[in-house]
């Protein structure tokens, strides 16, 4: 869970680091001041838009085959054995 959390939160600050680098290393403005003045609707619209590609992103390239067969865990012998898709 820590994981999803993280890779949620860094999509979403991913446009705000973007931004305040750009106005370091292109405009030379001190680092302290970087997001003075920025479009911070602009900044939270972009972060969701990146947010949302990256879900849709995650879930079509990562999981199991989507043609094969679940088969749930099961408890044999006082054991659990994982399931799986086949």
Do not use: N, Q
Not at 11 to 29: E, Q, S, T
Not at 32 to 38: L, T, Y
Not at 44 to 67: E, P, Q
Not at 81 to 86: E, H, N, T, Y
């Amino acid at each position: 869970m820590f994981r999803v959390v993280l890779v949620d939160t860094i999509l979403f600050v991913l446009p705000f680091m973007i931004y305040a680098a750009y106005m370091v290393w292109v405009k030379g403005v001190a680092p302290k001041s970087a997001m003075a003045g920025a479009p911070v609707l602009w900044l939270i619209v972009a972060g969701f838009v990146v947010l949302i590609v990256g879900f849709f992103t995650l879930v079509d390239f990562t999981g199991g085959d989507r043609a094969g067969t679940y088969h749930p865990s099961v408890l044999e012998d006082g054991v659990i054995k994982p399931g799986g898709i086949d």
